[in-house]
């Protein structure tokens, strides 16, 4: 048995989805516990390209089971296209997915009450994903929600549904979008569960003999712990939890049975949306990680901010999600870049010593300035190489560097986005 938590330790899309599909090649099980369609996992492997807000990255090993479990929030639409598109190209799927009817479902208005928040902000907007996950996950915790298990009593869903848009409907109103019409939202998603419900069982059985047997489980995160609801730059954050913590309550799994927990951590930084981003690089160097790393966000289309490698935050959630390692990818992006810098802490105007970021809330975070490092570049092409001894001597320094500062060991360095595109250390 053995249970390896795949986390994001940035602000998301640091190739989770690459490490877990590459795990999946050996895993029994793999399972997502948070977030929902506001992740976008791009995998590229021998069946395609692919990329999946929802559908867990071991879909493409038929001898891994998939699973998504109560702490995941699900749109059935976005789910139902997954699992179409899955099956076009040739991989069969359905008796391998299990979707715990505790899942809480996003439903049509989610994402309009998302869109009012936002409005009202003006320029404190958060620049969310436009999924609904804020209010879908308040609905989850103020009893306000609704659950796949809801879906499959008809009578509970109508009168679920008749009480929420009692409540909803004046919302919208007041803020001049047309009200939702309580039949057309009830067909829509009886016909969703329809085609989903014999994929929603419950795992945790499932789960519990794979433990006490000899399963190999991935558990899989979306976003990034500086997006989580707790710790990360609040309110520029997500909805859910997206720490080693939420892995084992969102899928019901005893924080013991963890083995391993990789922080995927990016060579340098990107963040979608607002919020704080202490080494943002907004010139020429910024447009040039943009460019080389192919950095618009997979499920908006958005240009993600680039910038240096802030080994201060990476030693924070290294901790803070007790990685026992972490896998730092797309190295192969720094390539051509003559000097390279690092983050190594923080400083702040009129005060004196380093600061971390623990120590102040996101405004306090945008006060204060990156302490770098530099570090020569090796202007050189590493996507063909394999072997850690093989990198230029330069990147083989960078990397030695960013492992001493996150005090945490690198064991796997990625160089290109196909599955076999790696170095293991
Ligand atoms: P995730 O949300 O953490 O799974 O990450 P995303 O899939 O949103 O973003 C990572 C992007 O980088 C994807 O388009 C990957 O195909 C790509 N990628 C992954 N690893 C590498 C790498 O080592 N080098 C390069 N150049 N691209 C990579
Ligand atoms: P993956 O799993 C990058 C960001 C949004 C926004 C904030 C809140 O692909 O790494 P939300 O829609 O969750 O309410 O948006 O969080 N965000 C992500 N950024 N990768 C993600 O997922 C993200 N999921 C949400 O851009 O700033
Ligand atoms: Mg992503």
């Known amino acids: 048995m053995s249970v390896t938590i795949v986390l994001g330790s940035q602000w998301g899309d640091e190739a989770k989805g690459k490490v877990v599909d590459l795990l999946s ?53 976005t789910l139902i296209d997954e699992f179409t598109m899955i099956k076009k190209s040739g991989i069969k799927l359905k008796h391998r997915l299990w979707i715990s009817p505790r899942c809480h479902v996003v439903m049509p208005y989610h994402p309009l009450l998302e869109s009012i928040y936002e409005r009202a902000r003006g320029t404190t907007q958060t620049g969310t994903t436009g999924r609904g996950m804020g209010p879908v996950y308040a609905d989850k915790v103020s009893y306000n929600g609704i659950r796949l298990c809801d879906l499959a009593d008809e009578e509970v869903f109508a009168e679920k549904l ?25 067909r829509e998603k009886m016909s969703q569960y329809d085609f989903l419900k014999d994929m929603v069982r419950e795992p945790f059985g499932f789960l519990q003999d794979a433990l006490a047997g000899q399963a190999t489980i991935v558990l899989e995160g979306a976003q ?30 005893a924080p013991h049975w963890v083995r391993r927990v990789i922080g995927v951590a990016k060579a340098y930084t990107t963040r979608v949306g607002r919020g704080p981003m202490p080494t943002e690089l907004t010139e020429a160097t910024g447009e040039a990680l943009r460019r080389e790393g192919q950095e618009y966000g997979t499920v908006t289309g ?36 003559p000097v390279i810098k690092i983050c190594t802490g923080y400083c702040r105007e009129g005060e004196t010593g380093q600061f971390h970021y623990w120590e102040g809330d996101a405004r306090w975070l945008g006060g ?49 986005p196909g599955r076999k595109e790696n170095i293991l250390l």
């Open 25 to 77: 090649e050996d895993a029994h099980i793999v399972a997502r516990f948070n977030g929902g369609d506001n992740a976008g996992h791009t995998v590229v492997n021998p069946f395609g390209t692919f990329r999946l807000r929802l559908t867990p990255n071991g879909f493409s090993n038929p001898q891994t089971t998939c699973i998504i479990g109560p702490g995941v929030v699900v749109n059935p639409a």
């Open 162 to 186: 008749r009480v929420q848009l009692a409540i909803k409907n004046p919302i919208l109103t007041a803020f001049g979008l047309q009200p939702l019409d309580l039949k057309v939202i009830f």
């Open 368 to 416: 204060c300035t990156p302490e770098y490092i530099e570090m020569d570049g090796w202007m050189q092409s590493t996507k063909g190489v394999r072997a850690f001894g093989d990198l230029p001597s330069q990147a083989q320094a960078y990397v030695r560097k960013i492992e001493e500062l996150i005090e945490t060991p690198i064991t796997l360095v990625s160089v290109g």
């Open 224 to 253: 990034g712990a500086l997006l989580d609801n707790d710790w990360g730059t609040y309110p520029y954050c997500t909805a859910s939890t997206t720490l080693a913590g939420g892995a084992t309550a969102g899928l019901g799994i």
């Open 302 to 337: 958005r240009p993600r901010r680039c910038g240096w490698f802030d080994a201060e935050l990476v030693r924070f959630t290294s901790r803070l999600n007790g990685a026992t390692e972490v896998a730092l990818t797309k190295l192969d992006v720094l390539d051509q870049l």
